[in-house]
Each structure stands twice: as structure tokens, then as C-alpha cells.
């Protein structure tokens, strides 16, 4: 795994983007401060509608990654950098806090999963690169204070129920627009 590591720190300053002040990031770094930003005293408070639409994409995604390289994990809420052969410790609960003190599982997981796929991101690895939004739709169920529940097979979120379907067919679905206004179509239609 030190190669890895190795690989990140080489690839630092080539994957390094500028914010509003001018002042030059990498993605793990820029990841980081998306989930420090998050307003954790709203988490799991947030049922609305496009939160389905959310989950469905994320599993639409997790479907292709996990279709495209047979990969064996639990579907469909799963850390892809351990399913792609990848465990570094990364010490998030020391640059992520409030992650420490998270009590529900599923937040704290996709939080975890997320910053260690942005991580492999930035190390150049090419499975992460193909599918860098892999987690963007449960950031943003996260970030709008959204949660998911479990129930017999079934997902529920935003008042919908949702029947977990196999890899193989959510592979094959359309994408859902996750952009405010594709959230807001898919409400309406």
C-alpha cells in the first residue's frame, strides 16, 4: 500500500485545482472540506421526494461498477476502494471529526467510503478515475440532511419505497439527472 501512498504524493501538485480564494487543492483535500461543511444537526432530518431519485442513481452507479469488473461485495451500499483490492487507512475520523461521533452507520460508512475513493482518485487509480462520481448522489442525500432505510429487500427515502433490484438490472437503467433541476423534474413527472 506504500505505493499508493507513494503515488499520492507524486500526484499531488497534478491534481491540484484552485478555490474562490486562489488558494490550490487536491480533491482528497477539497473532499475533506465537503464533509467537514456538512450540517450534521440537520442529518437524517430531510424527507423529501428527490431523495429517492438520489439513491437510485447511487445504486444505478454502484450497479455498473460492481457489473463492469465482477466485483464481489455487498450491494448496494459498499466501500469500492476494498472491493477494488484497495484498504488504506487514511485517519479520517482525525481530519473529519464529527465523523467520529456519528452514531448512524449508513452516513458515517458513505463518508468514509467516499473520502477513500476520492483518495484512489488522486493516486491515479484508473477504476476510480472511470467512475469518480461513484458516490456524488449519497454525498449530496447527506449534505440536503437525508438518510435511507432498509426494510424486508426494499429501500425507503423520501416517502418512496424502492424493491432492491439486482446489479445486472439497475446496471442497465438510464441515469437520473442529480442536478437541482433533474431533482426537481423527477419529482414532477
Not at 462520481?133 to 429487500?153: F, K, Q
Request: proline content about 4%; overall charge negative.
Amino acid at each position: 500500500m506504500a505505493g499508493v501512498l507513494e503515488q499520492y504524493t507524486d500526484l499531488e501538485t497534478k491534481t491540484k485545482t484552485k478555490d474562490n480564494n486562489g488558494i490550490f487543492m487536491n480533491r482528497f483535500s477539497e473532499a475533506l472540506e465537503r464533509i467537514n461543511n456538512i450540517d450534521w444537526s440537520i442529518s437524517g432530518s430531510v424527507d423529501v421526494p428527490s431523495n429517492m431519485a438520489l439513491i437510485q442513481e447511487y445504486i444505478r452507479r454502484a450497479a455498473l461498477l460492481i457489473t463492469s469488473y465482477d466485483l464481489k461485495s455487498p450491494y448496494p451500499f459498499f466501500k469500492a476502494s476494498h472491493a477494488i483490492g484497495h484498504d488504506v487507512d487514511l485517519n479520517l475520523t482525525e481530519k473529519c471529526p464529527e465523523l467520529a461521533k456519528l452514531t448512524n452507520s449508513f452516513m458515517k460508512g458513505t463518508c468514509e467510503a467516499y473520502l477513500e475513493w476520492v483518495f484512489l482518485i488522486d493516486s491515479g487509480n484508473e477504476i476510480a478515475l472511470k467512475f469518480n462520481d461513484l458516490y456524488e448522489p449519497l454525498i449530496r442525500l447527506i449534505e440536503r440532511g437525508g438518510t435511507v432505510r432498509r426494510r424486508h429487500g426494499d429501500i425507503i427515502a423520501g416517502g418512496y419505497v424502492f424493491p432492491l433490484a439486482n446489479a445486472d438490472y439497475m446496471s442497465k437503467q438510464k441515469p437520473i439527472d442529480i442536478s437541482d433541476e433533474g431533482l426537481t423534474a423527477w419529482v414532477n413527472q
